[in-house]
């Protein structure tokens, strides 16, 4: 136990989790958008696993991280105009129809490993960058300022959603349209539209956030490389009770558990490997419940379709 305890291991465990939250931070703020409109999306994970496996192929083939990251754009906006599809145009009950997607992520992306990779091949994936001066301060120093471009974007993200959420026309449009579709009707705001810009670029930022993964963290492609993540991603944004900045700290908390976990079964620790690999599930339960306490209201249209003349 003294192990985990030491100045060391604690600046491993802030930097691992800190690169850790990236993938929870896209997805999250993803999914927050589109709950604000009204449409949940628990699809979300089988995006993540196409576009890791699109990025990671891409770069496989050509050894360009751009091109890579840009597969993963691209087919998350597929997804995503799918899943808008589905829901909005199509109103489809959407946990249903979000399973639907999800399984779909899961079947393709093990398929398509199967018949052109077949085996586990490591990738280039993006480098770190430094930030002079403040890379070296002692403990959170590289775990702050020593991260990937996608670490940094991820977090860059997080003040520019809460100021489109909540400085912006958009950002009350969207939120006007999760809360009384009705009402932004008859303003002249098309509810459609709307929802569909914000589940379609959910599915972008959930893309982004399976390219993190395996083109950014792990360098490698696996099946079912998100391991749950994408549904961790929709419970966090009722964690953070549809605020970007109480998401990303609930993605912080998520993923610090990530660390540690790994670094108990790395340095051998004596402590249950099962349990271990449990406590990010375990926390996920938790945080449920806790959301599920909280005085804040969800937006009153989520998960309703909407249909002009209801």
């Known amino acids: 136990m003294n192990d985990i305890l030491s100045i060391g ?8 989790g800190i690169r850790f939250a990236t993938s929870y931070i896209y997805a999250s703020l993803g999914e927050m958008f589109g709950q604000l409109s009204g449409v949940l999306n628990l699809g979300v994970e089988g995006i993540m696993l196409v576009a890791s496996f699109a990025a990671y192929y891409v770069v496989l083939q050509t050894n360009d991280l751009l091109l890579g990251l840009f597969a993963a754009i691209i087919v998350g906006f597929i997804m995503g ?44 994936g993006f480098p770190s960058i430094n930030i002079p001066g403040l890379s070296d301060i002692p403990i959170i120093g590289p775990a702050l300022f020593g991260q990937n471009i996608m670490v940094y974007g991820a977090f860059l993200l997080v003040p520019i959603a809460w100021f489109v959420v909540n400085k912006t026309t958009l950002g009350l449009t969207i939120r006007a349209v999760g809360q009384n579709p009705e ?18 670029l959910g599915g972008v930022f959930s893309g982004i956030a399976g390219a993190s993964l395996s083109i950014a963290l792990l360098n490698i492609f696996q099946q ?12 966090l ?27 108990i079964q790395v340095n051998q620790i004596p402590i ?3 349990f271990a690999l449990m406590m990010p599930y375990i926390l996920t339960i938790v945080a449920l419940m806790f959301a599920a306490r909280q005085v804040v209201t969800q937006p009153a249209a989520l998960t309703k379709p909407y249909e002009r003349g209801e």
């Not at 291991?9 to 691992?16: V, Y």
């Not at 009402?183 to 379609?200: E, K």
């Not at 912080?252 to 540690?260: H, K, Q, R």
Request: aromatic fraction near 10%; proline fraction near 2%.
């Open 81 to 124: 105009l799918a899943t808008a599809f589905i829901s909005v145009t199509l109103k489809a009950e959407q946990g249903i129809s979000g399973i639907g997607i999800y399984l779909f992520g899961l079947g393709m992306s093990d398929l398509l490993y199967r018949v052109s990779i077949k085996s586990v091949q490591t990738v280039k």
């Open 183 to 200: 009402a932004a009707d008859t303003l002249g705001i098309s509810v459609a539209r709307i929802r569909y810009i914000t589940v379609t």
């Open 224 to 235: 079912n490389i998100t391991s749950g993540q994408g549904f961790i991603a929709v419970a």
């Open 237 to 263: 944004v009722y964690f953070g009770a549809w605020n970007p900045f109480r998401v990303m700290l609930g993605c912080l908390l998520f993923s610090m558990v990530n660390a540690i976990q790994l670094t």
């Open 272 to 274: 249950p490997s099962d």
């Open 9 to 16: 291991m604690i600046a491993t465990i802030l930097t691992g």
